[in-house]
C-alpha cells in the first residue's frame, strides 16, 4: 500500500515536468520524498526508460547506467512486485509500474526497506514467544505443584500410619507387656518344675510364642516410637565385630567374609548396631535353603563417604517382593514379624543413611548404606 501512494504521488508530480525539467528537478524531488517522515522505509525512488537506462534517481550517480532486466518489465503487469537482494546484501520490496511522459513508456520503481514492515511481525513473534514461554511456565509450575502435594499427602498419609502405630505400640506396650511378661515368667518356672514330658513340650510351646509375641511388641514399639538420636564418634570397624560376633558363634555352618577398615564416624552406634543385626539376620534366613552359605561385610571410603555392603549368597528376591521389602509387615517368612527392614528403613532415615537393597531371585541379595562421612 505505501509503495501503491508513493507511485501514485511520484507520478502526479512527474506528468506536470517535461522531460528537461524533469531531468533537473526529478532527483530533485525523490530526494525529498526520501526526506519526508513518512516515507521512512524508502530505499530508493527510480525511473526507467524501455532501453533499461535510468533516466531519474534518487542517488544522482546512477543516471544513465542501463539494468538489463528492466526491459522484461515492460511486458509484464503492471504494478509487478518483487523482492530481490541489494548488492548491498539488503533484501527490499521492489514496486514497478508503467507510466507515460511526453508520450513515451517508461517504468517507475519503488524500492521499500523491508525491515520496518517486518517490525509488527518481529513484535509478533516476540510476543508470541512470550505468551508461549508463560504458558509453558504456568503448564510447568502447575504440575510441579501437582507432584508436590502428591508428595506432600504421601508425607501426610505416613505420618498418619506412623501416628496409629505409635499408639497401637504404646497401648501394646501397657495392655500386653506386663500380661505377656506374667504368662511366659509363669511357664518358664512349671516348666522347671513338672516332670511330665508331654506338659514340657506344651510349656515350652507357650514359652516360644510369648517371646516371638514379645519380640513382635518390641520391634513394633521400634518402628512407631524410635529413640532420640545420641550422636558419638565411634570406630566402624569395632560396631561392625561387634555385630557380627554372636552370629558367627552362633552359625558355624555360614562363612563371613569380612573386608573392613579402619574409619571412625560420628553416629548414633545402638541404632547404627540395630540396623547391621537386621541386615545380617535376614541374610542368615535367607541362606537356610542355599549350598553356599556365605555373607561378605564390607566398609570403606568413596567419594567423601562411608559405604557398608552386606552380600548373601540367598535365594534373593524377585522384583515384586523387593518393591515391597520395606513396607511394614511384608514378609515371605512363615514365622516372620515384617517389620525388620521396615526398622532398618526407619533407622536410616533417622540417621540421614541412604539406603539401597539390589537383589534377584536365586542370586542373593546386596544391601548398602551409604554414609555422610
Not at 173 to 190: D, M, W
Not at 277 to 283: A, D, L, M
Not at 288 to 300: E, F, G, L
Request: proline share 2%.
Amino acid at each position: 500500500m505505501q509503495a501503491s501512494g508513493i507511485t501514485i504521488t511520484l507520478n502526479s508530480l512527474i506528468q506536470n515536468l517535461n522531460m528537461e525539467k524533469l531531468q533537473i528537478e526529478g532527483s530533485l524531488i525523490m530526494s525529498q520524498i526520501l526526506l519526508d517522515e513518512r516515507w521512512q522505509s524508502v530505499a530508493f525512488l527510480a525511473v526507467y526508460d524501455k532501453e533499461g537506462r535510468v533516466v531519474l534517481h534518487s542517488n544522482p550517480s546512477l543516471i544513465g547506467k542501463k539494468f538489463n532486466e528492466i526491459e522484461a518489465l515492460f511486458e509484464k503487469e503492471s504494478p509487478y512486485y518483487q523482492r530481490v537482494v541489494l548488492g548491498t546484501g539488503e533484501e527490499v520490496f521492489l514496486s514497478d509500474t508503467r507510466i507515460n511522459i511526453n508520450q513515451n513508456q517508461y517504468i517507475l520503481r519503488v524500492a521499500l526497506h523491508l525491515y520496518p514492515a517486518e517490525t509488527p511481525l518481529r513484535v509478533s513473534k516476540i510476543y508470541l514467544t512470550f505468551i508461549f514461554l508463560s504458558a509453558f511456565i504456568v503448564i510447568l509450575a502447575g504440575i510441579t505443584t501437582v507432584l508436590i502435594f502428591g508428595k506432600i499427602e504421601k508425607m501426610q498419609i505416613k505420618m498418619r500410619e506412623l501416628e496409629n502405630l505409635s499408639i497401637l505400640s504404646r497401648i501394646l506396650a501397657h495392655e500386653i507387656r506386663n500380661p505377656l511378661g506374667s504368662i511366659k515368667g509363669f511357664a518358664q518356672y512349671l516348666f522347671k518344675k513338672v516332670s511330665d514330658k508331654s506338659l514340657k513340650e506344651y510349656l515350652d510351646i507357650i514359652i516360644k510364642e510369648s517371646m516371638r509375641l514379645e519380640r513382635l511388641t518390641n520391634e513394633l514399639s521400634m518402628y512407631a516410637n524410635p529413640e532420640n538420636i545420641t550422636l558419638e564418634e565411634v570406630n566402624l570397624k569395632e560396631v561392625i565385630n561387634d555385630v557380627l560376633l554372636p552370629f558367627i558363634t552362633q552359625n558355624q555352618e555360614v562363612r563371613f567374609i569380612r573386608k573392613l577398615e579402619d574409619l571412625y564416624l560420628k553416629t548414633d552406634a545402638d541404632k547404627l548396631k540395630q540396623i547391621l543385626n537386621n541386615i545380617i539376620q535376614n541374610s542368615i534366613d535367607a541362606l537356610k535353603n542355599s549350598k553356599d552359605k556365605k555373607i561378605t561385610v564390607m566398609a570403606y571410603k568413596t567419594n567423601g563417604k562411608i559405604k557398608i555392603e552386606i552380600e548373601d549368597t540367598g535365594i534373593g528376591m524377585d522384583e515384586e517382593t523387593l518393591k515391597r521389602a520395606l513396607e511394614p509387615f511384608f514378609t515371605t517368612k512363615t514365622k516372620g514379624t515384617g517389620l525388620g527392614l521396615a526398622i532398618v528403613d526407619r533407622l536410616c532415615e533417622l540417621l540421614k543413611i541412604d539406603l539401597q537393597i539390589k537383589s534377584k531371585k536365586g542370586q542373593g541379595t546386596k544391601i548398602c548404606l551409604i554414609i555422610p562421612e
